[in-house]
């Protein structure tokens, strides 16, 4: 039902005039490096995510099977000094993978090229087809969620570098991704929040289905249950994860909100209690195993002593993942729910 | 940006061999007699719900503006024997109005009957274009949301006999529907278990728009917090409505939510709090002033001694909409937020 994503990807990052409009594609990188053979850049751009550079005929040689649109800039549209290299690239048999709010199909001629060479046209903000209601019933496997104390706050980060830090002591561990992003470095997934409001908990069920009883699928949360905007979004995610484990995920730089007026983010200790409440419902041994803080919009010298408030605040462990890495939290995971190791 | 049905309304009953199967159609009549001209029931039909038996010429001699398909049969498609009419009521320049599974645009040529004769195939389980993400800003006029304990307890009849005693006493109200019956009753709304997941706040603001301060929006409430499949659907809904009060809706038969294994319903006092609980986030005064239940699945006789219990459970009014009306829920209201009459 989710499609899968072919690899090796090859990252196109365009002709964007700001490295930060290539994150995507820096995320891909760094999270996936395996699964990527080389970035492809038109004449002007301004970013470099480390990866060789390839035309698109190196990039069939070196094997790639897709190109990914590497490019989050404001607006989401093509733009048009990068439409022949789509087409080319449909041309020579890549799918084609894309985020933008413009559909591919909306390219001219984009979609007949790639039906008569084989080429997919993947736009990984449609939900796939053939979702359903969700049914609420228990599947074996362990599942964990980051959740946040507001959108933009590290959910997505937190939960790729707790999926690595499982996977490198051994355990069996799946990242599961709930955004655009998120999909290009999973290779698969479903953009929760573009899902028919109806069939958010069953698609969250879906992402994650029944395991072997000591694997771990890492959700990557979407929104907040404090945000006006989108806590439905994130209520029937947590619902259908039926999460074991919670991290909650903060900025300690933000007081309220973002994007809406009068909306102060609680305390930690409220943020935690109403989360765990929600989760009851679909897993009632659901705990809060620690906080993850995105610190970068603060004095990087203050982290320790920030830290150790949260920590004391809480009484869970805290870490930035990007100052700390994650390894407390994984500690924490073995302590509430035992060391759960695979058997290589 | 939402459609507005046109009336008067020809209500088409098909040839169901249930007549409960036309409960649409009798929900129609019941709440909104005064803009149905009558009832267009094929050869063989087994239900009545009490209009003038018009066939489509005499409809169109009586005014009549559409033809609303008044079955909520099992499948939710169109019947091979009805098509002749419905093409036959394009032709008439009836727009046609459907709450169907089954698109009307999918019935061969009635698409092109329709613009051709300028009728318009309204498909109330589509949502309208153009709806926004939510922005948490606080607006005039009042709301009431009726909730529920779980799916199917009477939140719609709820509010539309709490629309309809406030009109009664003279009160300016509208009720805003949800669902696909209470917008064919309503003439417009929006199906917001069909809105993407992003947008249902969003939606649920523009439902029920800025008023007037003694102005009365009765939402249409729809799923539960409490069910594990809908939730998310309730918690957005409840936030962009942004509701001032809220009456429980509940199935006293009822322990457990239905459709699911395992997930019992909470006590009452439960409900009410986490209800408020999620509400205050875009309303801090919100409460709760009463429950309405649906006894139909009990004993009539002792339906005033588990009135009374409720009663003294939760120290609300409660009543049965059917058999006690909703007066005491009105009083509750004016008590709470005091009595706002209608310069009229």
């Known amino acids: 039902m989710l499609a899968v994503l072919r690899t090796p990807y090859l990252l196109f990052l365009g002709d964007v005039q700001i490295a930060s409009d290539a994150k995507t594609g820096a995320g891909i990188a760094y999270w996936r490096r395996e699964q990527c053979c080389g970035q492809l850049r038109l004449p002007g751009c301004k970013a470099d995510i480390g990866l060789p550079d390839l035309d698109l005929e190196q990039a069939r040689e070196a094997g790639a099977q897709s190109l990914i649109i590497g490019v989050a800039a404001m607006g989401g549209a093509f733009e048009p000094q990068w439409i022949e290299t789509l087409r080319e690239a449909a041309r020579s048999g890549l799918d084609i993978v894309s985020g933008m709010h413009t559909s591919l199909n909306d390219i001219p001629g984009l979609t007949e090229l790639a039906a008569a060479h084989g080429s997919r046209l993947i736009d990984v903000r449609v939900p796939p087809r053939g979702l359903h209601v969700a049914n609420g019933v228990r599947r074996s496997g362990l599942r964990l969620l980051t959740v946040g104390t507001d959108c933009a706050v590290g959910k997505k980060y937190t939960a790729l570098a707790m999926d690595r830090a499982l996977r490198q002591r051994g355990r069996k561990s799946s990242f599961r991704a709930t955004g655009q992003t998120g999909i290009m470095i ?26 072997e009883p000591d694997h ?3 959700v990557e949360g979407q929104g907040s249950l ?9 209520l029937g995610l947590l619902h259908g994860t039926q999460a074991d484990a919670l991290v909650l995920c903060h900025d300690p730089s933000r007081t309220a909100i973002e994007g809406v007026e009068g909306y102060p983010i609680p305390p930690l200790n409220v943020c935690i209690a109403r989360y765990v409440e929600a989760a009851r419902l679909t897993n009632p041994r659901v705990r809060c195993i620690g906080i993850a803080v995105n610190s970068s919009g603060l004095p990087a010298g203050d982290h320790a002593k920030r830290r150790a408030a949260i920590e004391a605040e809480t009484g869970l462990p805290c870490v ?25």
């Not at 404090?226 to 994130?234: D, L, M, R, S």
């Not at 990007?322 to 695979?342: E, M």
């Open 226 to 234: 404090f945000n006006p905007c989108y806590a439905g979004v994130t």
């Open 186 to 211: 999973a290779g698969s997934g479903i953009p929760i929040d573009a899902v028919v409001s109806d069939f958010v908990a069953g698609a969250a069920e879906a992402l994650s289905p029944a395991n």
């Open 320 to 344: 930035d993942p990007i100052l700390d890495g994650v390894d407390a939290l994984v500690d924490a995971l073995d302590t509430a729910f035992g060391r759960v190791s695979s058997p290589a």
């Open 216 to 218: 771990w699928d890492v």
